[in-house]
């Protein structure tokens, strides 16, 4: 037999395999994704059923979360995504079949009590989960239940925003910084478009913006320069939502109380937090980046200019003390606000373009996924957005370093030529430092300046 004909046999083999195995995790993960996001609904909108503000239960609902967690699934600590990556790396993808309910219990419990996290990390843990457990039912081999799992972040990402091809390449993208694996690119994208199919089938319904944004036929330089501009002020943002998510839980890990006492009392701190900055910064937050990403912004109700910075202190402090869920979700409202914010001081032009850029532009600075990020431009905004999108996408990226609301995803590159760093570790792991060429050559434009700013300023002596 020839070669062409043999590799075309065991292609078409490989192809089948998976259209057909990732068609079935995906029904089974948008399944299982919907069940949650009806619960999820179902005890929102019966938080108006107590005889006080839901935020109220807080603190308990905190303690009661991190003993759960604790006692029946450590793996469901936290915002799901990084124990997936966590799973695939050094796991090969295995996650206990417990952690499916005690994440979908855990995450209820923190949102319906004002628990400022979101609902990604959930769906994309409870897909990988469900990847993991048919994997382990039909004895697939450690490999192919790797690649099932990876799917299952993606199709679980998918389940949950209606972003079926952002969601796949999601999946496939936030593993590894630099690297893509094309191998896994077809079973993710099946199994995101299964499970997106499923879950609206199940009756989800998702929310798509028109932000009435037009690209004008020329091009329109000034606002390129604006999003430019845009770029780097995201990725300062997401620098600091990444900075103030790890010291916050360094520094309440650090406190020398019993975990169920912090949990308790930190709870009371954000409850009294409230009362000073108001309680819009509870929950998901859905409202008031619907709001940032209006397109009449006369109907907008104000948004604070710190309105990101107060989410990002909400999240940090609420995932710190042991509160389940995501972080993806709190990443949009960072992101929808400072852009809202950012476009008033350019000039109030485009408000809810910039928002939507602020909405991408972050989730790719603070997860190392630029084209999952600009993919989700498209699907969320229209390809009027997009261009510009990545513009500011790709810096915001960059910008941010190496460094990531995911600790645990492996470096496959440098974000700069002067910069030395090992790569194929993990991001937490990774020291970074700048060449002696490089470092020699600042000093010495440093040197010349200071040189110029000297003479400039030095008195030309009077003559007698």
Wanted: aromatic share 12%; glycine share 10%; proline share 3%.
């Amino acid at each position: 037999m020839k070669k062409h004909t043999i590799e075309q046999i065991t292609i078409f083999i490989s192809v089948s395999k998976w259209l057909l195995l990732s068609s079935i995790i995906g029904v089974i993960i948008g399944a299982s994704v919907t069940l949650f996001l009806k619960i999820l609904q179902y005890s929102e909108e019966n938080q108006n059923l107590l005889p006080f503000p839901h935020y109220y239960l807080l603190p308990l609902a905190l303690v009661a979360t991190v003993w759960i967690v604790t006692k029946f699934a450590p793996d469901a600590k936290g915002h799901g995504t990084e124990k997936v990556i966590e799973a695939v790396h050094k796991r090969h993808g295995k996650i206990e079949l417990e952690v499916i309910p005690i994440k979908l219990l855990a995450t209820v419990m923190t949102i319906f009590s004002g628990g400022s996290v979101g609902k990604e990390g959930p769906g994309a843990q409870i897909g990988a989960g469900m990847a993991s457990f048919v994997s382990d039912i039909f004895h697939f081999s450690k490999e192919d239940r790797k690649k099932l799992v990876i799917c299952g972040i993606g199709a679980g990402f998918a389940s949950v925003f209606g972003t079926p091809i952002a969601g796949a390449i999601f999946g496939v993208e936030v593993l590894i910084i630099g690297l893509i694996r094309y191998d896994v690119l077809l079973p993710s994208f099946i199994a995101g478009f299964a499970a997106f199919s499923t879950a609206q089938y199940l009756g989800i319904q998702y929310t798509y913006f028109d932000i009435n944004f037009h690209q004008h036929i020329s091009l329109d330089f000034p606002l390129i320069l604006k999003v430019v501009l845009g770029g780097f002020f995201f990725g300062f943002i997401s620098d600091l939502t990444i900075t103030f998510m790890k010291r916050s839980h360094r520094t309440i890990k650090k406190i020398p109380l019993n975990i169920y006492l912090k949990a308790f009392l930190g709870g009371i701190f954000l409850v009294l937090l409230s009362f000073v900055v108001g309680d819009q910064y509870f929950g998901l937050g859905l409202g008031t980046i619907d709001n940032a990403l209006m397109p009449d912004q006369s109907l907008v109700k104000d948004i604070p200019w710190y309105a990101f910075f107060l989410k990002t202190i909400f999240t940090s402090i609420t995932l710190a003390l042991g509160g389940s869920g995501g972080v993806v979700t709190p990443i949009f409202y960072i992101g929808a606000t400072s852009g809202n914010w950012f476009g008033t001081l350019i000039g109030n032009d485009h408000l809810a373009f910039f928002a939507a850029l602020g909405f991408i532009s972050v989730l790719a600075g603070t997860t190392n996924a630029p084209i999952a990020a600009t993919i989700m431009a498209m699907e969320l905004f229209g390809i009027e957005v997009a261009h510009y999108a990545a513009i500011s996408v790709v810096i915001s990226f960059l910008m941010t370093g190496h460094r990531s609301v995911f600790p645990s995803q492996i470096l496959a590159m440098k974000k700069s030529d002067m910069l030395n760093i090992k790569t194929g570790e993990s991001i937490e792991d990774t020291e970074v430092s700048m060449h002696d060429e490089d470092i020699n050559k600042i000093r010495d434009i440093r040197k010349r300046l200071q040189s110029k700013r000297k003479k400039r300023h030095e008195k030309p002596k009077s003559r007698l």
